[in-house]
């Protein structure tokens, strides 16, 4: 009996049938299994490979609906109650936590002493650190704090196997070896689990400010002169976030093309690059100025958009979708009125924004499957005519099968199928949830 | 030998003795080995068609850019051939909207930013060699600088990778420099490689803009762990400077006697300099705090550079620090440990323990903001059993990073170096996890073998080999 | 090199270190001649590479053993006995430029000209130059250079060749076809000869005006036969500031081709006529970069020679350029403008060899009406380097391709501070079908003075 077998390794508590239905977004499994510990973690894992199970990966849930072809893998391993900051060296501006620790409850810790992780991705109240690592999720920030593999120095991760491998260290600068730390940033679990982070952090800003400039409609060619401008400029925006009409509505009850520039410095020089937003401001463009609460409130606001695992709706004729979009930096603007435009033609409601400096753009839809379907090809079409990617970061289990959630398998597939098989030869984490099948 | 002269042309093959002598090392002098041949590429179809050839006939092969490597990465063992990057140099592509550069790896480190200043950009690492090194190079051995505190090392400004495999195929990663594109990271993989995974044959960096204000501090210290404390109380204090080195009075005493003197007091314990950069309208009160964070350490002196000039020189009397150290001795082995910056007295004062020990003066100029270290083992080669001591010494200094929770190298690599010392930090069951990974690139393992991981007796091996006399051309 | 082997040639090297200078009995690993290689030169250099792109030939080659730090490590495999002298040592020692970029780039101070012309000295020794490069190479060095009367001679040949019309029928003929292209190139353009200062004038010129010292002046060969006017203008605006000139006949050749050349032994013998000849003077002013650079290191020169070694630190210590003298000594403002674009072009022993950038640059701005635009890699080497462009064309040609690229659109001269520089350079200007004028530094504030002159403003 399967059961009494893993009931041999983990206590009771730990391990549950999993009763429900098919979950919306799949990736679910036959048994629950709860980690407490990194021992735990490694326990089922090499229980799981030597009785050759396949082990889905979750904590938050956030990510459920990005990637993944099987519905029910054998086992859930939830990562959730595996929590907690380990070690918070102030002086050294590093942090080792664990996996299951939302970003809020980092956040607020780190706060105390006055720092945090440069990491903006959605709903922090619910998204973990080990799984905004390990689909590599970021926010408009990343513009000047780069993003997970820019800020992420070691790793503690449980191998297929069962081992449990250490990457890169606990200091800000290391080459002693592979950055083997970059392998499992946006792995998507695939090449073992994560149990231990070490991370850089930053002081926490002494003022911050922001900018939203609303453009007039219709041209883009404003937005992108200004856009080009300020950042040939020697200002030092934390953002750049070119937010879509629809979006805009909703975060700041404008509806056209807008702008979120954040400044984040001393008082003094977020005041003078305010100053410089102002008197460069193309003609007829409205702008709205934030401080320090406000300017907080606002990107949290931001930051509750979107798919969250929890807040699909049942009903197919709204079928929730997000995309990620990849393109040159200033093809942002392109990405966002073509996603406007394919809209339109598809029948979908969508909302989206991009970074004008660092081009990640993302595209929430709501809509009809088919419909859904169709715009994501539309979309992927034109991106990859600009050779940008689309991939869909959030779908139910039921399109997954119709939209190619990765596009195209890149020419060089050989090494990461190679690069699996040495992790996981036996394919028994979080299978087919990443490019190509992998 | 007559192969890779069909593909790229009897003069760009070098198989002379003499010719091959001044390969037998890189920056990194304690080991020589001689090279088979030296080959010239100039295309990426090149060098596919010279890594075919020598795969099919197993003979090992290096790529080598400017050689100012500071751990051996490019020096052979004893028979590989050089495949010389250098040729390589040419820009091409830019695109300043998009904040990018495409260039060959023979490209100059410094001409990058050279070649874009005019229109106020800049490409941010900046090793102390980038006078010389290029950025094929940099990628290999993922290359720190003095300014990385704040902008990070060479993988955060790559954006794209052509490479060639071991197996001569051509492989884009990072198309466009577009970011975060599907697939594992193996932009992030290849950077800091050494050289083993693939040869890079084009690469697309990021570009910076200049930051609108520059300010440089100088601090002069009596003791030394007063200038730590300054450090970590600079960092505590919220502020994250662009850079901030610190040079012990040994050193001192070497680019005191070299090309760029600055006038330093040969009597301080040493000093920081400590360089704030972007807002204009944010920087002064960013000095005015570390200007008092020094008076609370016991600062001696404390100085903000008067002008672009004064600035210049204090930064040419730092960068040019370690080949200064001939000034004042014969040779040198230079570590490049990094440690927690919090630990950076007790780790010092033990640094100064293992000179004792071993009766061998140890300079020390580093950068403290990331706690990289880079104790300067002063030795003289022609005395006999002094390289064997320094080279004692060093691998103590690097215990006791590891051992403070560090690394062994910081920006220089483990190249042929450190190789032994990899065990300080990893497990041979992670050093395993490396090497298998290695293996799906570089299955034969021709690629720049025996570097940066150990191998049973490897360090037998290695001496072994670079004494040994060149094997006979073909 | 087995262990052992190694071990002995250290024990072997450290004695020599502390031994001092090696005296001429000694050998140095396979430095078996005269006048050995000084082992403290390559102590210093630490192989870090900072010297690479420093240097021209590295730049054009991207080889090792044509780089700075490649040749001092070849030097040194020889005095370690890992490599023999031959004709493939000697070819990345002879290739150098001897232009000492490598010295400004290196952090350490390794001399790497000093130690290349010690080489040279043993490869000289050893292998001695034969067939028909020894037979040009001897021509120059040893048959013209060091001979007053021959460079005379050759002045007058040139002189007639170029006033008799012969030129032009050499030109119009084709004649000059069969020379060898860069014979050719050199040939077209031969400045418009004068007559050497050396034998016209006296050998004490006085000052204009009340003396405020008194100074040698060393005329040089190529200054003197091809730029006598040159010599003039150097003379006339040292007078100007108040310096009686001393020209002293028993000056000679300073010897730095001969000593870049390996032929240390002539080097030797005119160093110590010159040093005899300047004996009365405190102060020896030099117009050619290269001639003073040599000046500046006869102590280098007679490193193993305890005798000559005081004499040659005094007259060393005597030698400076003009540039540097006149701006040092507070030199007179001219009030006339000369109204032109210029740019400077460093020559190799002016800026590296002597440490001179500044003040060259600092006279031609205060010229008033002269706008000083500033060069490229202005301190790159040109490629005359001596008599280089005679033994090395292609490089020499490829490296004046490279300085002509650079030359800033629309400035009206080229300003300099060596004879080799102002004819490589005239020579690109015209194959690259220019019009830029090639000047020295003094002759601009030579013309300053004549107009405040013809203006009364003097």
């Known amino acids: 009996m399967i059961v009494s077998d893993i009931e041999n390794i983990l206590p009771k508590e730990q391990i549950k049938e999993n009763k429900e239905q098919d979950h919306l977004l799949g990736n679910s499994g036959v048994q629950i299994i709860e980690a407490y510990s990194e021992e735990d973690i490694s326990k089922v894992l090499a229980y799981a490979y030597e009785n050759e199970k396949t082990v889905n990966v979750i904590s938050g849930g956030t990510k459920r609906g990005y990637g993944g072809e099987i519905e029910k893998a054998d086992i859930l391993l939830s990562l959730a109650n595996y929590k907690g900051i380990v070690e918070h060296s102030v002086g050294d501006l590093t942090m080792t936590v664990r996996p299951g620790t939302t970003l809020k409850e980092i956040a607020d810790e780190l706060a105390l002493k006055g720092q945090s992780v440069a990491l903006d991705p959605p709903w922090p109240e619910m998204a973990t650190i080990g799984g905004i690592i390990s689909a590599n999720d970021s926010g408009p920030k990343r513009l000047l704090y780069g993003s997970a593999r820019d800020l992420v120095i070691g790793l503690r991760v449980v191998y297929a196997d069962g081992r449990v491998i250490r990457t890169g260290g606990k200091v800000v600068k290391n080459v002693a070896g592979y950055d083997m730390n970059k392998l499992f940033i946006g792995a998507m679990g695939t090449l073992g689990v994560i149990s231990e982070i070490t991370i850089k952090l930053r002081p926490l800003p002494k003022y911050e400010g922001l900018s939203l400039l609303h453009f007039p409609d219709g041209n883009g060619q404003p937005i992108r002169d200004f856009s080009v401008s300020l950042l040939d400029s020697m200002m030092e925006p934390v953002t750049l976030e070119l937010l879509s009409p629809s979006l805009a509505e909703k975060l700041t009850g404008k509806s056209s093309y807008t702008l979120a520039i954040s400044f984040e410095d001393r008082e003094n020089a977020v005041i003078a690059q305010e100053k410089w937003v102002r008197e460069n401001l193309p003609a007829g463009v409205e702008l709205t100025v934030l401080h320090q609460e406000e300017a907080k409130k606002w990107w949290e606001d931001f930051r509750r958009i979107g798919p969250n695992g929890y807040n699909d709706e049942m009903n197919e004729g709204t079928t929730l979708a997000a995309l990620k979009i990849g393109s040159n930096n200033l093809d942002v603007l392109d990405v966002l009125q073509t996603a406007e435009l394919l809209a339109e033609t598809h029948h979908v409601a969508m909302e989206g924004h991009g970074g004008l400096g660092h081009g990640i753009s993302r595209v929430y839809i709501k809509g009809q499957q088919e419909n859904t379907a169709a715009f994501i090809h539309a979309l992927r079409g034109k991106a990859e005519e600009k050779h940008g990617y689309v991939v869909c970061t959030h779908l139910p289990f039921k399109l997954r099968e119709a939209v190619n959630v990765w596009g195209e398998r890149p020419t060089y597939f050989a090494l990461l199928e190679g690069i699996k098989k040495v992790n996981d030869p036996k394919r028994i984490l979080n299978r087919k949830r990443f490019v190509g099948g992998i | ?474 | 090199m087995n262990v052992g082997e190694k071990e002995r040639e250290t024990v072997n090297l450290a004695g020599m270190l502390e031994n001092g200078p090696a005296c001429e009995t000694k050998t140095l690993g396979n430095y078996l001649w005269d006048d050995l290689p000084d082992p403290n030169k390559w102590a210093d250099c630490v192989h870090c590479g900072m010297c690479l792109e420093a240097c021209p030939t590295y730049q054009e080659t991207g080889e090792e053993q044509h780089s700075p730090r490649g040749r001092v490590y070849l030097i040194k495999a020889v005095a370690e006995g890992k490599l023999d002298i031959n004709e493939a040592f000697a070819k990345p020692i002879f290739d150098c430029l001897d232009c000492r970029a490598c010295e400004t780039a290196c952090p350490a101070d390794v001399q790497v000209g000093g130690l290349i012309e010690e080489a040279r000295g043993q490869i000289r020794q050893a292998m001695p130059l034969t067939g028909l490069k020894g037979a040009v190479s001897k021509t120059f060095l040893n048959g013209i250079f060091p001979n007053k009367k021959r460079m005379n001679r050759l002045a007058g040949f040139m002189r007639f060749y170029q006033n008799s019309g012969l030129q032009t029928v050499a030109r119009k003929t084709g004649v000059l076809n069969v020379m060898p292209r860069h014979l050719k190139d050199m040939e077209s353009i031969l400045p418009e000869a004068g007559k050497p200062v050396l034998a016209r004038y006296p050998e004490v010129v006085p000052a204009e005006g009340e003396t405020k010292g008194r100074v040698g002046m060393l005329t040089g060969c190529v200054m003197d036969v091809m730029f006598s006017d040159v010599n003039e203008a150097t003379i006339r605006v040292l007078n100007r500031n108040g310096y009686e000139v001393g020209l002293p006949k028993q000056q000679t050749c300073c010897g730095a081709l001969h000593i870049h050349a390996g032929d240390r032994k002539t080097g030797k013998e005119l160093a110590k006529q010159n040093i005899e000849a300047f004996k009365d003077y405190d102060k020896v002013i030099v117009n050619a970069a290269g001639c003073g650079c040599a000046l500046q290191e006869y102590d280098e020169l007679f490193r193993n020679d305890p005798e000559m070694l005081p004499l040659a630190k005094e007259f060393s210590e005597k030698v400076e350029d003009v540039s540097k003298f006149l701006y040092e000594n507070d030199f007179e403002r001219p009030k006339s403008e000369i109204n032109t674009k210029v740019t400077y072009h460093d020559a190799c022993h002016l800026a590296h060899g002597q440490g001179v950038r500044f003040e060259p640059r600092q006279l031609l701005k205060e010229i008033p009406g002269v706008e000083l635009v500033e060069l490229p890699d202005a301190d790159r080497c040109c490629g005359s380097a001596g008599i280089y462009n005679l033994t090395h064309p292609e490089m020499a040609g490829k490296l004046l391709d490279r300085k002509i690229d650079d030359i800033p659109e629309n400035v009206e001269m080229i300003s300099m501070g060596n004879p080799g520089c102002m004819l490589q350079i005239a020579m690109g200007v015209q194959k690259h079908g220019r019009s830029e004028k090639v000047v020295h530094t003094v002759q601009l504030l030579d013309w300053a003075y004549e107009k405040d002159k013809e203006q009364g403003l003097s």
């Open chain 2, 1 to 474: 030998m007559r192969k890779l002269m069909d593909i790229v042309g009897e003069s760009e093959v070098l198989y002379k003795r003499e010719d091959l002598i001044a390969y037998e090392c890189d920056g990194y002098t304690m080991y020589k080995g001689m090279p088979r041949a030296v080959v010239f590429v100039q295309s990426t179809q090149q060098v596919s068609e010279v890594v075919k050839c020598l795969n099919k006939e197993e003979v090992p092969y290096i790529a080598r850019g400017a050689g100012t490597g500071l751990s051996g990465g490019a020096t052979p063992l004893g028979g590989e051939v050089i495949i010389s990057m250098v040729k390589m140099k040419r820009m091409l592509h830019l695109d300043l909207e998009n904040r990018k550069a495409v260039v060959e790896p023979g490209f100059i480190n410094l001409k990058l930013t050279q070649s874009i200043s005019d229109k106020g950009y800049y490409y941010a690492p900046d090793p102390s060699s980038q006078y010389a090194c290029t950025i094929g190079g940099n990628v290999a051995e993922n290359s720190g600088g003095a300014h990385c505190l704040k902008y990070g090392v060479t993988t955060n400004h790559i954006l794209g990778l052509e490479i060639v495999l071991p197996s001569g195929e051509i492989v884009e990663i990072g198309k466009e420099g577009i970011p975060d594109q599907p697939g594992y990271d193996l932009l992030g993989l290849l950077t800091g490689s050494e050289g083993t995974l693939g040869i890079v044959t084009k690469v697309t960096v990021k570009v910076l803009k200049n930051p609108e204000g520059k300010k440089t501090v100088l601090a002069y210290f009596d003791e030394i762990d007063d200038a730590s404390q300054a450090v970590s109380d600079i960092i505590a204090a919220g502020i994250i400077p662009a850079a901030l080195e610190m040079m012990d009075d040994v050193a001192i005493e070497g680019v005191e006697s070299a090309a760029y003197p600055v006038g330093h007091p040969r009597d301080i314990a040493a000093f920081l300099l400590i360089e704030v950069d972007g807002i204009v309208a944010g920087i002064d009160d960013q000095i005015e705090e570390i200007l008092t964070v020094c008076k609370q350490n016991n600062v001696r002196e404390v100085k903000v550079a008067k002008n672009e000039a004064e600035r210049a020189l204090w930064w040419a009397n730092r960068k040019m620090g370690f080949g200064a150290m001939g000034a004042i001795s014969p040779d040198y082995l230079v570590q490049d440990g990094v440690i927690p910056r919090t630990r950076l007295p007790e780790v010092l004062a033990k640094i100064k323990e293992i000179g004792k020990k071993y009766n061998l003066r140890i300079a020390n100029i580093f950068h403290a903001g990331d706690g990289n270290l880079h104790p300067l083992i002063l030795y003289d080669a022609s005395v006999p059993g002094e390289s064997e001591r320094a080279a004692k010494a060093g691998s103590e200094c690097l215990k006791v990073c590891a051992d403070a929770g560090g690394s062994i190298t910081g920006e220089h690599g483990v190249g042929i170096e450190k190789a032994a010392e990899m065990r300080f930090i990893f497990t041979d069951e992670e050093i395993a996890a490396q090497t298998n990974i290695r293996e799906v690139f570089n299955p034969k393992d021709l690629l720049n073998p025996g570097k940066l991981f150990p191998q049973p007796g490897r360090c037998v091996e290695v001496k072994r080999a670079g004494q040994n006399e060149m094997q006979p051309v073909p």
